[in-house]
């Protein structure tokens, strides 16, 4: 059971576009759909913003897409604001029944 | 609203036992698996362990499988981890959460924090 792996930080000026990556294997991230990401502000619990690769949760803003390619998942923020300014952790179930998460990466807005 | 409220943090001593509670309100609990992460401080998020919405299927972390039981009362709302055998790199932050899709989590507790000492 080892941890997914993710950028330790990711920076990136308001409005542009910042692409997380989150690698796994063949056991993890490329065995099923079942790939999700969160949102995490310092003291506070995670926020779902993505879950099945793609899908997003309602309420959660069409800034943010998620993607995958064999054992590796995405996230994308695009028009990157202020308030995006947090920790990001992808996970993903196992073809063991177990879920994964992956280190997390700090997103700072510049 | 769904709302998810953990209880039983506290400071215990190596090899000691804890047990933790998380009350579920606004959703149907009964049909719903849930799941026990921890954040130790300042570090990551970790999976626990998990339960499926029947309550006979549990699956664990490495970490913990052997010393922690994940259970669930349906009839009361309530989720639980039976924390047996405590070592020190148990110390941090259990929140529960309500599984929307095969892991993912769709809402979180604030959390307990549990510290383990030496």
């Known amino acids: 059971q080892s941890a997914l792996t993710q950028p330790a930080s990711v920076s990136g000026s308001p409005g542009q576009s910042i692409t997380i990556s989150c690698s796994g294997t063949s056991g993890d991230v490329g065995a099923n759909k079942y790939v999700s990401w969160y949102q995490q502000y310092p003291g506070k619990a995670p926020k779902l913003m993505i879950y099945e690769v793609s899908e997003r949760p309602s309420g959660v803003s069409n800034r943010f897409s998620g993607s995958k390619s064999g054992n590796t998942a995405s996230l994308t923020i695009s028009g990157l604001q202020t308030e995006d300014e947090a920790d990001y952790y992808c996970?993903?179930?196992?073809?063991?029944?177990?879920?994964?998460f992956g280190g997390g990466t700090k997103v700072t807005v510049l | 609203q769904v709302q998810l409220v953990e209880s039983g943090g506290g400071v215990v001593q190596s090899g000691r036992s804890l047990r933790l509670s998380c009350a579920a309100s606004g959703f149907s609990f009964s049909g719903h698996g849930m799941h026990w992460v921890r954040q130790a401080p300042g570090k990551g998020l970790e999976w626990v362990a998990d339960i499926w919405a029947n309550g006979f299927t549990t699956y664990y972390a490495d970490s913990v499988k052997g010393r922690f039981t994940i259970s669930r009362d349906n009839s009361r709302n309530t989720l639980y981890l039976q924390m047996d055998n405590l070592r020190v790199d148990d110390t941090a932050v259990y929140h529960c959460?309500?599984?929307?899709?095969f892991g993912s989590g769709s809402d979180w507790g604030q959390g307990t924090l549990v510290t383990v000492s030496s």
């Open positions: 959460a309500r599984d929307l899709s």
């Open positions: 996970s993903s179930y196992t073809t063991i029944n177990t879920v994964v």
